[in-house]
């Protein structure tokens, strides 16, 4: 696909430029931190602020606002926010010198968890905005810059999708031929390490139109691959066009009928929402891109009780043998915690046994952090620090071995890329493969956007290299 004459065609991009030449718009800078729903979140509240005349900088200093996209999930997360604070108050400080505001807001799941606390901490924050109420940030603004200092958390009644407003067309172009859809939100399972079900509230999915018709917008705007995202995003299930109750497994059917979406991938899932549906989706729709993301977290099972991950390491085992029956060429990938409260040397190897046994494409691992609030955090026999870094030295090795074998593996086969954005080097392409390896081509291997077939040559630290096949 061209994406030069889309751009060239679409009316949105003259409209733009008009008004930007009309008046000097306000500037939002946004950072994020945290999982890929934060991105999608961050675009989203970009999105709402456009429609409020801001336009987005990637220059603190020139900000009328400065938004963090917050993440809670392990201590370090959250508290990165509170040094970037420090830093944005001096600026802020700067630019009032001169007479000019700097509005600093702070959103995601810091937010929702620490609320004023925020501003208590730190005072320069003007506004505190959690995730379920994103579509009431103009009016938010509206009040702080009537001289107020806003906390909104509390979970909205209305549905925020139904009121963020959608980009425009060029603004979508620009953002790439893959992108992230948020299907659903929150989680239920309350594992006794998280905060997410504090943070984000309890699972919700999104309607099947809504979804369709954003899906098909990303589409028209030159989108060939789309990740559906959610905590638990397998959990998702709604109403279909045909009255029926729908799974992740009929809606991703569903989405494949849309002309020009050539792949779709979701995450993250939980096993226990893996259904036969789905599983066949797996094995029936050449558009569902074979790599999975399924977090197991430990491989022992007496750390899985405790974790109330409410599966054991054998549950695990066996669907991802259902799994690899329904697609060989299946690609595994995972999250891991390591020195988990009460966690000993022999659970630890049970979490090595397991990793041997999966061999996994790629995984992420964390040492243990307690969260405020959570059941662990109240446990008993936290594991030592220094347990805990030679834990997870040992884990990433192992994972970072099976990582290479896989690049490895692929050296001198032919395999399908998407090819994504220009290389960081002259000459070359950056494409994407079906198990979301970056793959360096030759530029004129094809076009941002086209599907090209190609042979590895070799891999690098986690990308791959090719040439046209
Ligand atoms: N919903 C997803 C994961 C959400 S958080 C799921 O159920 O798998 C992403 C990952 O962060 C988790 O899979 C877990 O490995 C890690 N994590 C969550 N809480 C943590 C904590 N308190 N300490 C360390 N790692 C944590
Ligand atoms: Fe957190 Fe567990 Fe929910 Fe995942 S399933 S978001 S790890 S509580
Ligand atoms: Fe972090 Fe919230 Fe995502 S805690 S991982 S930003 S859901």
């Known amino acids: 696909m061209d994406l030069n004459t889309i751009e060239r065609n679409d009316p949105d991009s003259a409209s733009q430029s008009a008004a930007a030449a009309s008046a000097p718009a306000k500037k939002v800078f946004v950072k994020t931190y945290g999982c890929q729903m934060n ?15 801001y336009t987005a900088t990637d220059v603190i200093a020139d900000a009328d606002l400065v938004l963090l996209n917050t993440c809670h999930i392990r201590e370090k997360a959250a508290e990165k926010v509170y040094s970037e604070l420090g830093r944005i108050r001096d600026m802020k400080a700067e630019r009032a010198a001169v007479g000019r505001e700097m509005l600093i807001g702070v959103a995601g799941c810091v937010a929702q968890a620490e609320g004023a606390e925020i501003i208590r901490r730190s005072p320069a924050v003007d506004l505190v905005i959690g995730p379920q109420t994103y579509h009431r940030l103009p009016d938010v603004l509206a009040r702080v810059r009537g001289g107020e200092k ?11 999708f139904e009121h963020l407003p959608q980009p425009k067309r060029a603004e979508m172009i620009k953002r790439g031929v893959t992108a992230f859809l948020t299907v659903q939100e929150g989680c239920d399972k309350f594992c006794t390490f998280c905060v997410v079900p504090y943070t984000r ?24 691959e789309v990740t559906l995202l ?21 809606l991703l059917f569903r989405l494949a009928e849309i002309p020009g979406l050539a792949r779709l991938r979701y995450t993250t899932s939980h096993p226990r929402d893996m259904d036969h549906e789905l599983i066949a989706a797996h094995r029936d729709l050449p558009a569902l891109m074979p790599y999975l ?18 599966h054991t390491a054998k549950d695990y085992l066996a669907l991802l043998e259902r799994i690899r029956a329904a697609r060989g060429d299946i690609a595994l990938s995972g999250d891991f915690i390591v020195g988990f409260p009460g966690e000993t040397e022999a659970d630890f190897e049970a979490t090595m046994d397991l990793v041997r046994q999966v061999n ?25 620090e220094a347990v805990k870094d030679e834990r997870l030295q040992r884990l990433q090795a192992l994972l970072l071995k099976q990582q290479q074998d896989f690049g490895l593996s692929l050296v001198g086969s032919t395999i399908d890329t998407l090819i994504e954005k220009p290389g960081r080097q002259a000459g070359q392409k950056v494409g994407r493969s079906p198990w979301l390896q970056p ?15 190609v042979r590895i040559t070799k891999t690098g630290y986690n990308s791959l290299f090719a040439e046209l096949a």
């Open 39 to 53: 991105v999608y979140d961050s675009q989203r509240m970009t999105d709402a602020l456009a429609a409020d005349g």
């Open 150 to 160: 806003i906390v909104e958390t509390e979970y909205a009644i209305e549905d925020k």
């Open 201 to 224: 509230g309890s699972e919700v999915s999104r309607p099947v139109a809504q979804i369709v018709a954003e899906a098909e917008r990303l589409a028209d705007a030159g989108v060939r």
């Open 230 to 250: 959610g905590q638990n995003v397998n959990a998702w299930h709604g109403k279909g066009e045909d009255g029926m109750e729908w799974g992740l497994g009929r």
């Open 293 to 310: 993301h399924l977090p197991v977290q430990s491989g022992s099972d007496r750390i899985l009780k405790a974790m109330n991950r409410r």
């Open 360 to 384: 996994y494409a790629s995984a992420f691992s964390f040492k243990y952090s307690p969260r405020p609030g959570t059941p662990g955090a109240d446990m008993p026999d936290h594991v030592p």
């Open 439 to 453: 793959v360096i081509v030759d530029e004129k291997a094809g076009e941002i956007g086209d599907i090209i077939r």
